[in-house]
Nanobody, 130 residues
């Protein structure tokens, strides 16, 4: 299984970036997909999650209203559209996958916990500067 994150870079305050995470080696629709981030000297932080169909999403309070997570299952790809970027958004962004057997009983809130992920990508650096 491979998760390849891309799209990071240097952007000015208030700017936008779209991160992509391409998955291979797994049945993509069987997985919830999650974006985490980690700034230097801090713990890994939950950013956003999406269920198998894209019909249910979850965001951290710090990015709600600015970031949008989405997925295209035929392309095995999950996206994170980031608008209104702030210096505190500077971090390495990681995508992760969590296999779910039964979405009818699975609570999306469980995807906030980075310890529960099955697979991780290598991360892409986002730097927001003035």
């Amino acid at each position: 299984v491979q998760l390849q994150a891309s799209g990071g870079g240097l952007v000015q305050i208030g700017g936008s970036l779209r991160l992509s995470c391409a998955a291979s080696g797994l049945t993509f629709g069987d997985y919830g997909m999650v974006w985490f981030r980690q700034a230097p000297g801090t713990e890994r932080e939950f950013v956003a999650a999406i269920n198998w169909s894209g019909g249910s999403t979850l965001y951290s309070e710090s990015v709600k209203g600015r970031f949008t997570i989405s997925r295209v299952n035929p392309a095995n790809t999950v996206y994170l559209q980031m608008n209104g970027l702030k210096p505190e958004d500077t971090a390495v962004y990681y995508c992760a996958a969590k296999g779910v057997n039964d979405w009818t009983v699975f609570r999306l809130e469980r995807l906030r916990n980075w310890c529960g992920m099955d697979y991780w990508g290598k991360g892409t650096l986002v730097t927001v500067s003035s």
